[in-house]
């Protein structure tokens, strides 16, 4: 459904990977593995569209993803290392925007913060809670979503055991129902080991 | 159609190709800008109104013309950078934008240097003086905006886009400042009519001109060859090239 | 499947959102109008406050303020997006990028432009505008205004990444503002010389269609180029 040829990227003057051919069926679940500076995010972004890949192309149902942006861009979620959360805003706003944006209807708004464990703090400003919780604005919308594919860039970091648990489910559930699942993450998951296929990322030395 | 252009979207081919193309211009230029200054600085007549000083519009009307045709060169190299993803494009736009600075510079002086006794003082605000200046502002905004990203190719990008909004504003600039001139200072003395330009100060002028182009070109390509190699420093052609230097 | 999100729902859903944002954070609106008056009383004080010299550079100095203060509010209308990630969101949505440029200008000329437009009058008083440029000046700032808005977004686009955009931003954009100055401060001097004015406003609002349908998308090239 989604994949990427001959993809290349540098980053000032430096390779990141070289030539690489990625396919993502559905079903799929794809860990991007490798250590910091290997390139995760820049290929995380490349696969979004956020970034042009030095060489090469990434085809969404067999046309390039700059030429079907609209479609593509309905039936993807990313989530970058920034959750996107305005501080100015509250939690409730917060959220229904970022539904209403993927034009999605925003009753259960309620249901879903209590699905990340901010039940009662929809009315609280963004800026009054910490980074996890800030996190966890931004990952309720996978409960309710109907995007395909989901590219989610470090999606644990600062959420707790429980919180991990629910995410790793969620994914899990998401692929079970045919959908694509495309994540980095430094701790290892504790999804069943032929659930998902992992990528490590090489530092590549010139 | 366009096949003929594609091997010389090869950086290594671009490259070797503007290196041939060095001590042409440069030699054209210097043949041209001899004769052309030589015809102009000592045969062509004195003005009869302005004297001997007309004979500074031999470089500052060339420059003037250059300032205006490299930014609108940059621009095209933009909307290649941007539409066909073109890679060299990146590398050309960097080239044009201080040689084009340059040359706006050139034009600005030599103007001032003109108008000192024409109108008894360096500075005024003559129209085409005004839009020079803010020409000038251009370029220096195409080059700081280059120079503020740590990546290459995402600075050429957008110093793509600034190149194009800003030959879009251009003319607009250009026309608003005519008319703001003619609107403060009534009529000014235009500095040249040029329809009725005398043949012998027409033929210098003119190989005047194409010297300095000709001078532009080869500059413009040194800087070319120069910023396809910092582009391209990881290629393998790249470093036997530094290796061949060396020894 | 859902209904893809109408350009106007999403027109509105973006401005509503910016327009909250920019009412929780009221400084960032009031400062601007005040940098306009100080910049307005320095310049009466440092000319000598004589009322006819003043009478004559009122229409120059107020624009100019005006448009200083401008580019001033300008370096948030993406800065704060693009540092908490919510930039990156907008351009993943499905809404074209030009819609949602579009919508976050409108909004940022609501609660920057609007104000300084309504003060305006205040200040040509002070400046001792002759009474028959205030239409005029009011005419120009709310035609003009936009297209400083609009050019000036391209430039906030393309500095955005930058951690010292500032100086740049306005080495950027002040050329491309020459020709709205120029054209502004001549019709409120025609006015108030009471010879017409009506050709002047008509280039403006010229200039302005103009940007207003072109600018949006060089804002959007612009900012896919600084998200890369």
Known sequence: MLNASNLTCIREERILFDALDLDFQPGDIWQIAGANGTGKTSLLRILAGLMEPENGEVCYQQTAIQKCAEEYHQDLLYLGHSPGVKSELTVLENLKFNLQLCSQDTEQCEKLLEQVDLFGFADTLAAHLSAGQHRRIALARLWLTQAKIWILDEPFTAIDKLGVKRLEQRILEHADQGGIVILTTHQDLSLPKSRYQTLTLERIFS | ?247 | MNPALSYRQAFNTILKRDLKIALRHRDDIVNPLLFFIIVITLFAISVGAMPNVLMTIAPGVIWVAALLSTLLSLERLFKNDYQDGSLEQLLLSPCPVFILVLAKIVAHWLVTSLPLILLAPLLAMMMNLHPDGYLALFLTLLLGTPILSLLGAIGVALTVALKKGGVLLSLLILPLYIPVLILATAAVEAATMNSPYQGHLAIIAALFFASLITAPFAVGAALKVSTN
């Not at chain 2, 020079?132 to 050429?156: H, P, R, W």
């Not at chain 2, 043949?199 to 002028?205: A, K, L, V």
């Not at chain 2, 010297?211 to 990881?234: H, T, W």
């Open chain 2, 1 to 247: 159609m366009w096949k003929w252009l594609h091997p010389y979207a090869n950086p290594e081919v671009a490259y070797q190709f503007t290196g041939k193309l060095i001590p042409w211009f440069n030699g054209i230029a210097f043949i041209l800008l001899s004769i052309g200054l030589f015809l102009g600085l000592a045969y062509s007549p004195a003005d009869y109104q302005q004297g001997e000083t007309v004979r500074i519009f031999y470089i500052h009307v060339p420059a003037a013309i250059l300032s205006m045709g490299l930014y609108f060169a940059m621009a095209i190299a933009g909307l290649s950078a941007l539409v066909w993803q073109l890679k060299l494009a990146h590398a050309a736009i960097a080239a044009i934008a201080p040689v084009g600075a340059a040359f706006t510079a050139i034009a600005l002086i030599t103007g001032a240097a003109w108008g000192k006794p024409m109108w008894g003082t360096w500075w005024i605000w003559d129209a085409r003086l005004t839009s020079e200046l803010i020409l000038l502002f251009l370029y220096f905004g195409v080059i700081a905006l280059g120079n503020a990203f740590e990546d290459k190719s995402q600075g050429a990008k957008a110093v793509s886009v600034l190149a194009l909004v800003g030959v879009v504003n251009l003319p607009i600039i250009h026309y608003s400042v005519e008319w703001w001139n003619t609107l403060h200072q009534g009529a000014t003395v235009t500095k040249f009519a040029a329809p009725s330009m005398a043949m012998s100060m027409y033929i210098p002028f003119v190989i005047c001109f194409f010297g300095c182009a000709f001078l532009a070109g080869s500059l413009i390509c040194k800087r070319f060859q120069g910023q396809v190699l910092a582009r391209n420093s990881l290629r393998p052609w790249v470093k036997q090239l530094a290796l061949a230097e060396d020894n």
